[in-house]
């Protein structure tokens, strides 16, 4: 099994920045490709990043040129750095990890997920 614990949440103003970090521990093996997927109130959870092992990356056209995702293999470690916030960046962000190789934006390929810490961005 892989934990996975969220921290760096909180409360923003617009335009401000946020960095995100998620811990794995246990079998960081599986850890191939960390990603971090969001849950807006009353809509569906959706996909933000992802970084592979080797640094492939991925991201929502939604956030691309605003979020950065980087991760540190030695301390099992990812983060989301937020910057350029909207108030439609408010959700729960959750860290997911699987032991896929290639990257993927699919939910349904994470085996394993944090529970989530909240950002919220006030206008």
């Known amino acids: 099994q892989v934990q996975l614990v969220e921290s760096g949440g909180g409360l923003v103003q617009a335009g401000g920045s946020l960095r995100l970090s998620c811990a794995a521990s246990?079998?960081?093996?599986?850890?191939?490709?960390m990603a971090w997927f969001r849950q807006a109130p009353g809509k569906e959870r959706e996909f933000v990043a992802v970084?592979?092992?080797?640094?492939?990356?991925l991201q929502a056209d939604s956030v691309k040129g605003r979020f950065t995702i980087s991760r540190d293999n030695a301390k099992n470690t990812v983060h989301l750095q937020m910057n350029s916030l909207k108030p439609e960046d408010t959700a729960i962000y959750y860290c997911?990890?699987?032991?896929?190789?290639?990257?993927?934006?699919?939910?349904?390929?994470?085996?394993?997920w944090g529970q989530g810490t909240q950002v919220t961005v006030s206008s």
């Open positions: 997911a990890a699987s032991e896929m190789v290639l990257v993927t934006r699919r939910s349904s390929a994470y085996d394993y």
């Open positions: 246990g079998r960081t093996y599986s850890t191939n490709i």
């Open positions: 970084m592979s092992r080797s640094g492939t990356t």
